[in-house]
């Protein structure tokens, strides 16, 4: 009963494990621009330095969640 398991469990994982890195690798994106930068050039005359947004620019603050 016990090689009956043994090899029952063998055989589970190496069908579990077969799979392993068969999938083609994701490449990794660069981007031309930072988030930070991105930030400073289009929101952050809006939304302040740390986005709280401007009061006379009646621009809302983004640095809080909202449900």
Do not use: F, Q, R
Not at 20 to 48: A, I, N, W
């Amino acid at each position: 009963m016990k090689k009956i398991n043994v090899a029952l469990s063998l055989m589970v994982a190496l069908v579990v494990l077969s799979g392993c890195d068969s999938k083609p690798k994701e490449e990794v994106k660069s981007y031309k621009y930072t988030t930070d930068v991105v930030y400073k050039e289009t929101c952050l005359h809006c939304h302040g330095t740390k986005g709280e947004g401007v009061a006379e620019k009646k621009s809302p603050a983004i640095n809080k969640l909202t449900v």
